[in-house]
């Protein structure tokens, strides 16, 4: 009989406008996704606070990477509340998202279901 596969939740937290720390969370990712032990993996990029700033659709650098992320099935959740704080039209944001109304309620809610939680 088949043994069943793991299946592995991560929500890595990105909350500081430092594009090394954002840098190194895009790198955490990809070489989370590149190890082969882990058969069934499914994770979100959570952004709050100054770091949201950094994932305006002009920021080529990130927009490219949360582009490639999420072909390889990443979800990049953004937060309204700091979208709102810093004033920036959703139509500026990177594309390949979605908006939760409150990054740290979506970081307390993938928590309890068990999710495992990096902060680069």
Known sequence: MAEAKKKY??????????EKRITMAF?????LMD???????EIELLVNGPAIQAFRKDNQTV????RQLAARGVN????RNAIHLYEIPEDELVEERQIVPA?????VRRQAEGWAYIRP
């Open 63 to 66: 927009a490219d990477r949360v």
């Open 9 to 18: 939740q991560v929500i890595f937290h990105v909350d500081n406008f430092d």
């Open 76 to 79: 990049v959740m953004l937060c």
């Open 27 to 31: 790198n955490n990712i990809v070489n």
């Open 35 to 41: 190890d082969m032990r882990l058969e069934e993996l």
């Open 103 to 107: 990054g740290v309620s979506e970081l």
